[in-house]
């Protein structure tokens, strides 16, 4: 089974407006409600996949009831643990003419340690039956930075493959603990590394680098110009299809529940990146912050095309 952890859940909002003119008047012409946070797009994700999987997720008291009735509706097993607060709310502003996405997020409500501490106490009891552990997104006000640390240590105890997925502070702090894998997109490479990368070079070396530094695999997303992935083997690239994108929102997430898919049947390198691949394009075909479904994965999947590059 495999474990996601969501510190900071949401509720997105996604609205499309012809196009975005800053200090004016916009009309919506479409718009609809998901809950969300990585940890639980994730999980989602997995069980269109056949996965079987379970969401840890901080629950703010004020939309508890709520949100495991929004995750019962999806289908995704959830263990809440209460906190005082509310549930964030965050708004996806697509602009169809330009093609681009606003994000406008809420920090969420704040928690204390004590909260922490009893929640890392609900993950260290699901690990016994736990084959992969996935910890992605922001973590909500008054959490210490090194809490991806504490979570990756704590299964590295018991044997547990962790993947991680989070901002770049957080990502920094969390490579101390040696996670399994990690899935930067550019923007958290860069501002890891220092350096602009602007070509398929130096992705694969910053990459490389994150191997050579202990982590046992790396998958960069570079976005429209599809991902890298790295391990001590070696590195492989794939640029994607030529697609139709109708929605940015959860691609990136979709890409870590094929990783974590691959992760768990001990797939080769060049299967997990086609798996992340397939799936992260199967969901910018879909409007919003709706994911890939099955039928879409499996029919591009095989269509995906891996190449070794070092």
């Known amino acids: 089974m495999i474990t996601t952890i969501t510190l900071n859940p949401c509720m997105d909002k996604s609205v499309h407006v012809n196009s975005l003119i800053k200090g004016t008047t916009n009309r919506i012409t479409e718009s609809r409600l998901d809950i969300g946070g990585k940890g639980i797009n994730v999980c989602v994700m997995l069980q269109t996949l056949g996965v079987s999987t379970v969401a840890l997720c901080l629950a703010?008291?004020?939309?508890?009831?709520?949100l495991k009735r929004l995750l019962d509706e999806l289908n995704v097993p959830c263990v809440p643990v209460t906190v005082p607060g509310r549930l964030r709310e965050n708004l996806k502003i697509y602009d169809d003419y330009s093609g681009e996405l606003t994000e406008i997020n809420e920090s969420g409500s704040p928690v204390t340690e004590e909260a922490l501490k009893n929640f890392l106490g609900f993950v260290?009891?699901?690990l016994p039956k736990t084959s992969v552990l996935f910890m992605?997104?922001?973590?909500?006000?008054?959490?210490?930075?090194?809490i991806y640390c504490r979570i990756i240590r704590a299964a590295q105890e018991?044997?547990?493959p962790t993947v991680l997925d989070v901002p770049a502070e957080l990502l920094a702090e969390g490579l101390k603990a040696r996670p399994t894998l990690v899935k930067p997109n550019r923007r958290e490479m860069e501002a890891l590394c220092g350096r602009r990368i602007s070509s398929l070079d130096a992705a694969r070396e910053e990459a490389q680098k994150l191997v050579n530094d202990g982590i046992s695999a790396v998958c960069l997303s570079l976005g429209a110009d599809g991902?890298?992935?790295a391990n001590r083997e070696g590195a492989w690239y794939s640029p994607g299809l030529p697609i139709q994108v109708k929605g940015l929102q959860g691609a990136g997430d979709a890409m870590v529940a094929g990783l974590c898919s691959a992760l768990l049947l001990n797939q080769p390198p060049e299967q997990a990146l086609a798996c992340g691949i397939a799936a992260a394009q199967g969901s910018v075909m879909r409007e919003g912050t709706l994911l890939c479904t099955k039928e879409q994965y499996d029919s591009l999947l095989p269509r995906i095309k891996v190449e070794r590059i070092a």
């Open 136 to 146: 992605g997104g922001s973590v909500p006000p008054g959490t210490p930075i090194d």
């Open 158 to 160: 018991q044997n547990v």
């Open 227 to 229: 991902a890298i992935y």
């Open 124 to 126: 260290r009891s699901a």
């Open 60 to 66: 703010p008291r004020e939309n508890k009831e709520e």
